[in-house]
């Protein structure tokens, strides 16, 4: 067997048992003037103490959308243009769930959010990107993604858990491929 075979079957079998290796980013819609919540969230099986950890949703390369440290939020460096519309789920922040709730969503915040956050104990970090596209408010077409109490709904419009799908289609094609190479 060639070395390169060899290495694209070791660097394919790699995607399939390690997801967290393929980058992606989460495609969300909303209709102007509603509510969107921005998943994020790390998997857990403890309570993590989040006095610990940073929390930073940013656009672009400095603009700063919501703010989280030493156990609270923090606007004083939050752009003009999201304040008093941005909100974590303080009670799921615990779980893992650093989710940003985003009102009186506008064409003007179209873009590539990031979530970034950081345990300063541990000194663990991570990031979440999440694409936004915004409807005019005729074009109905996505379901809104927030309960009139702010629980998140598995709805199509912000699929957080499309990763998932995704490396699985990526690994049975690798595994299609590899029967048929082998027979």
Known sequence: MNREYVFWILSYSLLCFFPGAVPHTTLCHAVSGDTVILPCAIKTSEKLNISNYYIYWQISTSVVVHMFYNGNDSFAMQSRRYHNRTRLFLDQLEHGNFSLMLSGVEPADED????????????????????????????????????????????????????????????????????????
């Open 112 to 183: 590539v959010y990031t979530c970034i956050f950081r345990n300063k104990v541990s000194r663990t970090k991570g990031t979440r990107e999440v694409k936004l596209n915004v409807s005019p408010p005729d074009n109905q077409l996505m379901e809104r993604n927030v309960t009139p109490i702010g629980q998140i709904q598995d709805l199509p419009n912000c699929p957080g858990d499309a990763n998932a799908l995704d490396i699985l289609v990526l690994c049975s094609h690798f595994l299609m491929v590899l029967v048929v190479w082998i027979l």
